[in-house]
């Protein structure tokens, strides 16, 4: 990210004395990642950095674009894995796995981000470049391309939601999911004592699969059924 000339006209220990963009956006994503999206607003950042909040609004705006600034900064946190420039799948693969491994480091994102009105910030648009170069020499609509890319964007996006849901509610009630199942054990027992739903009785003494595994296997899903759609132009 792009800094701003540091502010250096307060007074104070060196810690406090500069005060640029970048230091801003760092304090939101920590105030996000620790209480939520809804903990940020331009008082929490500046109490944070032991700084005036009106300091603040010579680096930024307003809460609104500080907040489309913390989304941009945490699509820049990982390199770009070094993958064949005509391979569509593999790039939309990592696309989407590093979009996945951004969801669960900072939950709030989930929530902080529309793809239907997107946050138009250079690291957004990097990892869109860098996923589009795989369709360079495919011979399908450009349409088809961006529709592809929302497709597997959506699903990520989705998935992820759950587990910003769930470290919401972990934060209220204090349990953990396997605490939280263990609650609810009696309410289960007494609904399937009924004998009125079979095959979800008999399927709940199963292996239940990691979360990671059902992104995977939902995400290979999705590009085997986008593969049908290019392979027989190409």
């Known amino acids: 990210m792009q800094q701003e000339p540091a502010d250096t006209s307060a007074a104070g220990p060196a810690g406090r004395r500069g005060l640029n963009l970048d230091a801003i956006v ?5 105030i996000a990642d620790e209480d939520g999206l809804g903990a940020v607003s331009m008082r929490r950042v500046a ?3 032991g700084r005036p909040v009106m300091s603040l609004y010579r680096h930024v705006q307003d809460k609104d674009r500080l907040l489309a600034l913390a989304t941009d900064a945490v699509f820049a946190e990982e390199a770009f894995e070094d993958l064949p420039a005509d391979d569509w799948r593999a790039r939309l693969h990592e696309s989407a796995r590093r979009q996945w491994r951004c969801y669960l480091r900072h939950p709030w994102i989930a ?4 793809l239907v009105r997107p946050s138009l910030g250079p690291n957004g648009i990097n990892e869109m470049e860098w996923a589009f170069e795989g369709f360079r020499d495919v011979r399908i609509p450009d349409v088809d391309k961006v529709r592809m890319y929302l497709v597997i964007a959506a ?9 910003a849901t769930e470290a919401r509610d ?3 009630s204090g349990l953990a999911p396997q605490q939280w199942w263990g609650e609810q054990a009696g309410l289960l027992s007494e609904i399937f004592a009924t004998g009125r ?3 979800v009785s008999r399927l709940r003494g199963g292996t239940k699969p990691s979360p990671e595994d059902w992104f995977e296997f939902g995400l290979d899903c ?13």
């Open 47 to 49: 109490d944070r950095l």
């Open 197 to 199: 739903y079979p095959n």
């Open 26 to 30: 760092k304090a939101a994503i920590a």
């Open 111 to 114: 929530s902080a981000i529309s």
């Open 170 to 172: 972990r934060r209220r």
């Open 222 to 234: 999705l590009l085997d059924g986008l593969a049908l759609r290019v392979r027989p132009q190409q």
């Open 155 to 163: 699903y990520v996006h989705g998935a992820a939601g759950q587990f």
